[in-house]
């Protein structure tokens, strides 16, 4: 993309750094690309975000300002050009929680404490004006993605009327269970928190992958952190930070749990769908190894006693991921 790299190191240049080092660094599931650039022994951070390959980096800024507003440690923004979909950010490292914790399982339970001290005071803070809500009706689609990819990728078939009854029980219940009133990340976890232990309190926490952010229930970002598709959490320190979480909040114990489950449940069949769907669609197989994790996830917030019909819909209606399984839907990988 010649054209593409003229315009990044015009950017680049404007900004004060031209002629600076460029390294790539871990992307995502997006069509975001990251480079760290170096010059004269600084360091930041591009992000390279076209429109053309569908991204905005409005959202980005819009929370990032919102964050540091509030004295969390988002990235400072260094530079923009909204058009080209070019942003130069701070560059908070790369002691993410899932490294530092890897490197040191001692401090694990420090890492989440204050990840789930820093979801209590978020929550405190009214959401910015004018962003989108994550309501029932647009969860309760999004949790039917593993019909749309997962179970065909893998041979099988869900007949509509079974699955538009499972949409409409689980919108339900999420419109009574679980309203939305408090900002969340939405992809609140181990792998996008870098800890900047420097820093004091809650903004030792550093935030990336936040534009997606909308207006949600409390629990769904707790859920995001806990119930990790990447990485194990213990069950003994999950329940310790959800006891934390409660008391931090001062929300009523028995409500937050079954909204905690109600979203978990819906929060990891949309996952189910999106990692199957980044195989088949996008040639990425990898993340079918996380779906084994993920499904025990689904398995123990549905055992939650309030979601008993939900439960028997999913069992009845998607095979759980086991290897032969997996192995149907890599060979439709385009990469393979």
């Not at 560059?91 to 209590?120: K, M």
């Not at 084994?292 to 998607?318: C, F, I, S, T």
Request: glycine share 8%.
């Amino acid at each position: 993309m010649p054209e593409r790299a003229g315009i990044i190191a015009a950017f680049l240049s404007q900004a004060g750094w031209c002629g600076a080092e460029r390294r790539p660094l871990a992307g995502d599931a997006s069509n975001r690309r990251y480079e760290r650039v170096t010059r004269d022994g600084r360091t930041a951070v591009l992000m390279d975000a076209p429109a053309e390959r569908g991204e905005d980096v409005g959202p980005f800024l819009a929370i990032a300002r919102h964050l540091s507003g509030l004295g969390l440690s988002a990235p400072a923004i260094l530079a923009e050009d909204r058009q080209a979909g070019l942003l130069l950010l701070e560059d908070l490292g790369d002691d993410l929680f899932a490294r530092v914790a890897a490197r040191d399982p001692g401090q694990e339970e420090t890492l989440y404490a204050a990840a789930v001290d820093l979801l209590a005071d978020l929550h405190r803070a009214p959401p910015p004006d004018g962003l989108g809500r994550y309501d029932a009706a647009t969860m309760a689609r999004l949790a039917c993605l593993p019909f749309e990819w997962y179970l065909p990728g893998a041979d099988g078939d869900a007949p509509k009327g079974a699955v538009e009854a499972f949409r409409a029980e689980l919108e339900t219940a999420l419109t009574r269970h679980a309203p939305p009133s408090v900002l969340i990340l939405r992809d609140f976890h181990a792998e996008n928190l870098i800890w900047l232990p420097d820093r004091r309190g809650v903004a030792r926490v550093g935030l990336l992958d936040f534009q997606d952010a909308l207006v949600g229930h409390p629990a769904y970002d707790l859920v995001s952190l806990l119930e990790d598709a990447r990485r194990d959490v213990g069950d003994d320190l999950q329940a310790r930070m959800r006891a934390r979480y409660i008391a931090a909040a001062g929300v009523e114990p028995d409500t937050f749990a079954r909204a905690y489950a109600l979203l978990g449940a819906q929060r990891n069949l949309r996952i189910i769908g999106v990692f199957a769907r980044l195989c088949l669609r996008d040639g990425k197989p990898g993340y079918l190894r996380m779906l084994p994790r993920v499904w025990g996830h689904l398995m123990r917030d549905l055992a939650h006693p309030d979601l008993g019909a939900l439960r028997a819909r999913v069992l009845g209606l998607l095979p759980p991921p086991d290897p032969s399984l997996l192995d149907r839907i890599a060979r439709r990988c385009p990469t393979r």
